[in-house]
């Protein structure tokens, strides 16, 4: 039988989306006909609950790490030792004329009293105790001669302020004894930090520095290729097996590719590599000037053409915003893939009120994790005290200690258990997913700017399960369901009462830029002599748009904005502001345009305030230096009965300011049959695609789809 090996140098444990990821491609791969062989990092222990062969071999994950600590028990002994030495030196007579003179710990000095030992037995003391610590330094760990001339350096700074307070007649007396206590245990622990686990470190261990990034990669980079060489030997992979990496990086490939050019190196096996990190930052526009930073990427992808690891390997992103970004490198033809974490809506589970807002994931800055505190604030009152929502808050920390603003948000979320439940702990694959099926909308917080072109395995679960979720405009996220958001939008139309409607033929736009009449346009007017074109082109750049000012119908509540984007426009913005018959304006509100909708329409529906007398709308392009075209502008003002309620989305919610957070999620808690009702219904169709089973399909009709290439003499690498 053939065999699907995932490989997973990232799996340590059952928690985490590296783990699920895999979980749902190997059931799909065993219904597909394959034997599923799982092979992870050597830390992987839970060998006995996974159903497949799992082979632990790699020895590092996806990201650069620090080689292990080599410090054995006795080391560890060595630091607790000097740890107790530091502490009872600090609480010493000595010690506490340290703390006098330096003025830690809230010490001050007092007269001596009598019957106390005189100056001179506070010296001897002093002094012994140090030549006691000095003598044991230098015979336990002869490398600390040097650490030792630091300490007569360090005690001699100090000396004359120290004999300052003894030789007076004075004695160091702590009047704060709780302070002083917490500041020597913290002065004690740096110290004993710092002399026997540096020095080990430094001679032996050897912990990077900045300095030290690509020797570290570099020694990665050998043990990939030896770990892969090892899986080889283990699995030996024959003609019509699948070799998948779903978590890989350049550094490991370029690893591989070395691997391939050795001699002895076989394969009939077909290897596939998903890449799903971005390699641009930002938008399309802002490519280009990133050209020079990818030369070590572009030589990577080189090497690998130039290698007999071509000749048997293909390559995917989960995107197809990865996929143009990658396939820009013009080396290699790259496939998007779905992605494969599927739950269906009958899965959901059940659960009486209030309404469980879930946010999921590590507690990251870039995941909006610093947002969830002011957001509860905002519902506090009128939503979680009147137990219409609560919170549900994964928090465990990405790195040690936690990034500053996550640790701080942690911090205050912990002072609200009442509103949200915590969970510190990284999830096991069950708790995630009872944690995910049980909420009744998903907090997707995301920097738009960084998953401009990547994933979400969170969205997708959620969106196929029928969850609602609210997440940012401008990226990935959004334009996933922004066909069906933008439907909704425009079913107002209907819903409302229409007072005034402005097409691009009565719209007067003042600016720098006017209604551009396109070559096209002139050739639909001479192929259709009787039929006026449908639209004009007007062009926008982002620094100063055009704009037109319109008056604002009597009893109007919204302004329904849509255009369509073209001439391979993405995305672009549109300024609302807001003017009262005085003539003083609002604080304008720019909204994001986003063209991956059907016919690159896109759509804004937004609230107008009773005192507002007219409305500024004006056009930008989304990124400096970048013009935007925009066709069929239509604008419409719209009443709505106060009494009733229009929600202001469908299947999720796409905010366009961090402000706009709280309203959303109360219009989604007030309206939560709407939306969700409408996220069942796109799940349906967005599970046909997003599933594993369609993740193994397009795995093999790729190998058909090249394999055809190569015999009509299509070149594989897209150079």
């Given at each position: 039988?053939?065999?699907?090996?995932?490989?997973?140098?990232?799996?340590?444990?059952?928690?985490g989306?590296?783990?699920?990821?895999?979980?749902?491609?190997?059931?799909?791969?065993?219904?597909?006909?394959?034997t599923?062989?799982?092979?992870?990092?050597?830390?992987?222990?839970?060998?006995?609950?996974?159903?497949?062969?799992?082979?632990?071999?790699?020895?590092f994950?996806?990201?650069?790490?620090?080689?292990?600590?080599r410090a054995?028990?006795?080391?560890?002994?060595?630091?607790?030792?000097?740890?107790?030495?530091?502490?009872?030196?600090?609480?010493?007579n000595?010690?506490?004329?340290?703390?006098?003179?330096?003025?830690?710990?809230?010490?001050?000095?007092?007269?001596?009293?009598?019957?106390?030992p005189?100056?001179?037995?506070?010296?001897?003391i002093?002094?012994?105790?140090v030549?006691?610590?000095?003598?044991?330094?230098?015979?336990?760990?002869?490398?600390?001669?040097?650490?030792?001339?630091?300490?007569?350096?360090?005690?001699?700074?100090?000396?004359?302020r120290?004999?300052?307070?003894?030789?007076?007649?004075k004695?160091p007396?702590i009047t704060?004894?709780?302070?002083?206590?917490?500041?020597?245990?913290?002065?004690a622990?740096?110290g004993?930090?710092?002399?026997?686990?540096?020095?080990?470190?430094?001679?032996?261990?050897?912990?990077?520095?900045?300095g030290?990034?690509?020797?570290?990669?570099?020694?990665?980079?050998?043990?990939?290729?030896?770990d892969?060489?090892?899986?080889l030997q283990?699995?030996?992979?024959?003609?019509?097996?699948?070799?998948?990496f779903?978590?890989i990086?350049?550094?490991?490939?370029d690893?591989?590719?070395?691997?391939?050019?050795a001699?002895g190196?076989?394969?009939?096996?077909?290897?596939h590599?998903?890449?799903r990190?971005?390699?641009?930052?930002?938008?399309?526009?802002?490519?280009?000037?990133?050209?020079?930073?990818?030369?070590?990427?572009?030589a990577?992808?080189?090497?690998?053409?130039?290698?007999?690891?071509a000749?048997?390997?293909?390559?995917?992103?989960?995107?197809?915003?990865?996929?143009s970004q990658?396939?820009r490198?013009?080396?290699?033809?790259?496939h998007?893939?779905?992605?494969?974490?599927?739950?269906?809506?009958?899965?959901?589970?059940?659960?009486?009120?209030p309404?469980?807002?879930?946010?999921?994931?590590?507690?990251?800055?870039?995941?909006?994790?610093?947002?969830?505190?002011r957001?509860i604030?905002s519902?506090?009152?009128?939503?979680?005290?009147?137990?219409?929502?609560h919170?549900?808050?994964?928090?465990?920390?990405?790195?040690?200690?936690?990034?500053?603003?996550?640790?701080?948000?942690?911090?205050?979320?912990?002072?609200?258990?009442?509103?949200a439940?915590l969970?510190?702990?990284?999830?096991?694959?069950?708790?995630?997913?009872?944690?995910?099926l049980?909420?009744?909308?998903?907090?997707?917080?995301?920097d738009?700017?960084?998953?401009?072109?990547?994933?979400?395995?969170?969205?997708?679960?959620?969106?196929?399960?029928?969850?609602?979720?609210?997440?940012?405009?401008g990226?990935?996220l959004?334009?996933q369901?922004?066909?069906?958001?933008?439907?909704?939008?425009?079913?107002?139309?209907?819903?409302?009462?229409?007072l005034?409607?402005?097409?691009?033929?009565?719209?007067?736009?003042l600016g720098p830029s006017r209604?551009?009449?396109?070559?096209?346009?002139r050739?639909?007017?001479?192929?259709?002599?009787?039929?006026?074109?449908?639209?004009?082109?007007?062009?926008?750049e982002?620094?100063?748009?055009?704009?037109?000012?319109?008056?604002?119908?009597?009893?109007?509540?919204?302004?329904?904005?849509?255009?369509?984007?073209?001439?391979?426009?993405?995305s672009?913005?549109v300024?609302?502001?807001?003017?009262?018959?005085?003539e003083?304006?609002?604080?304008?509100?720019?909204?994001?345009?986003?063209?991956?909708?059907?016919?690159?329409q896109a759509v804004?529906?937004?609230?107008?305030?009773?005192?507002?007398?007219?409305?500024?709308?004006t056009?930008?392009s989304?990124?400096?230096?970048?013009?935007?075209?925009f066709?069929?502008?239509?604008?419409d003002?719209?009443?709505?009965?106060?009494?009733?309620?229009?929600?202001?989305?469908a299947?999720?919610?796409?905010?366009?300011?961090?402000?706009?957070i709280?309203?959303?999620?109360?219009?989604?808690?007030d309206?939560?049959?709407?939306y969700?009702?409408?996220?069942?219904?796109?799940?349906?169709?967005?599970?046909?695609?997003?599933?594993?089973?369609?993740?193994?399909?397009?795995?093999?009709s790729t190998?058909?789809?090249?394999?055809?290439?190569?015999?009509?003499?299509?070149a594989?690498?897209?150079?």
């Amino acid at each position: 039988m053939k065999q699907f090996i995932l490989v997973d140098h990232s799996i340590r444990d059952l928690a985490g989306h590296h783990y699920e990821y895999a979980v749902h491609v190997l059931e799909a791969a065993g219904r597909a006909g394959y034997t599923p062989i799982l092979v992870t990092n050597r830390k992987f222990q839970e060998q006995l609950s996974v159903p497949w062969k799992v082979l632990p071999l790699y020895e590092f994950g996806f990201w650069t790490e620090a080689r292990p600590s080599r410090a054995t028990a006795w080391t560890k002994w060595l630091q607790r030792r000097w740890f107790l030495l530091r502490f009872h030196c600090r609480y010493s007579n000595l010690g506490l004329a340290w703390l006098a003179a330096t003025e830690w710990g809230g010490a001050v000095v007092v007269p001596d009293l009598p019957g106390r030992p005189a100056v001179a037995t506070n010296l001897l003391i002093a002094v012994s105790r140090v030549a006691m610590l000095l003598v044991l330094a230098i015979l336990i760990i002869p490398v600390l001669l040097l650490v030792l001339l630091w300490t007569i350096y360090a005690v001699l700074r100090f000396l004359i302020r120290v004999l300052s307070v003894l030789l007076a007649g004075k004695k160091p007396v702590i009047t704060h004894p709780i302070a002083a206590y917490i500041s020597a245990l913290r002065q004690a622990k740096k110290g004993w930090k710092k002399l026997p686990r540096g020095v080990w470190n430094t001679y032996f261990a050897r912990t990077p520095g900045a300095g030290r990034l690509l020797e570290i990669e570099a020694r990665q980079a050998k043990q990939f290729a030896k770990d892969s060489a090892r899986l080889l030997q283990t699995v030996a992979p024959e003609a019509g097996d699948i070799l998948f990496f779903p978590t890989i990086s350049p550094r490991d490939l370029d690893s591989l590719a070395g691997l391939s050019n050795a001699a002895g190196f076989a394969s009939k096996a077909s290897w596939h590599f998903l890449f799903r990190r971005n390699i641009y930052v930002g938008r399309k526009s802002g490519y280009a000037g990133q050209e020079p930073a990818l030369e070590g990427l572009r030589a990577v992808f080189d090497r690998v053409q130039n290698s007999r690891l071509a000749d048997f390997s293909y390559f995917y992103t989960d995107t197809n915003e990865l996929t143009s970004q990658y396939e820009r490198l013009g080396l290699f033809r790259f496939h998007t893939l779905p992605i494969p974490h599927t739950h269906s809506a009958s899965d959901c589970i059940l659960h009486a009120r209030p309404l469980r807002l879930t946010y999921l994931g590590d507690a990251r800055t870039e995941k909006g994790f610093a947002l969830l505190p002011r957001l509860i604030g905002s519902l506090e009152n009128d939503y979680l005290a009147t137990g219409k929502a609560h919170f549900a808050v994964q928090c465990n920390y990405n790195i040690p200690g936690g990034e500053p603003k996550a640790r701080l948000a942690r911090t205050q979320l912990e002072l609200v258990p009442e509103f949200a439940s915590l969970y510190r702990n990284p999830l096991t694959s069950e708790e995630y997913r009872r944690l995910l099926l049980s909420s009744d909308l998903l907090l997707l917080l995301y920097d738009p700017d960084n998953y401009y072109a990547r994933s979400s395995g969170i969205l997708v679960e959620s969106l196929a399960a029928g969850i609602p979720v609210i997440v940012p405009s401008g990226c990935w996220l959004a334009r996933q369901f922004q066909h069906s958001y933008n439907e909704h939008l425009l079913s107002a139309r209907k819903e409302m009462t229409v007072l005034a409607a402005y097409g691009w033929q009565s719209l007067s736009w003042l600016g720098p830029s006017r209604y551009r009449e396109e070559a096209w346009l002139r050739a639909q007017r001479e192929e259709y002599r009787t039929k006026p074109p449908q639209a004009a082109i007007l062009s926008a750049e982002h620094a100063d748009g055009p704009h037109t000012l319109l008056q604002l119908p009597h009893g109007a509540t919204h302004l329904l904005f849509s255009a369509a984007l073209t001439r391979g426009c993405e995305s672009g913005l549109v300024e609302i502001t807001e003017i009262d018959w005085r003539e003083v304006a609002g604080t304008p509100r720019t909204m994001w345009l986003d063209g991956a909708a059907e016919q690159g329409q896109a759509v804004i529906l937004t609230g107008l305030d009773a005192n507002t007398y007219q409305v500024k709308v004006t056009l930008r392009s989304s990124t400096a230096g970048e013009e935007t075209w925009f066709a069929d502008v239509q604008i419409d003002f719209l009443r709505f009965p106060a009494e009733r309620s229009f929600p202001k989305g469908a299947v999720g919610l796409i905010y366009h300011s961090e402000n706009e957070i709280p309203d959303l999620v109360q219009d989604l808690i007030d309206n939560y049959p709407h939306y969700r009702s409408t996220a069942i219904e796109f799940s349906k169709h967005w599970r046909a695609y997003h599933n594993a089973d369609c993740l193994i399909r397009e795995i093999e009709s790729t190998l058909v789809i090249i394999q055809q290439d190569v015999v009509q003499g299509v070149a594989h690498p897209v150079s």
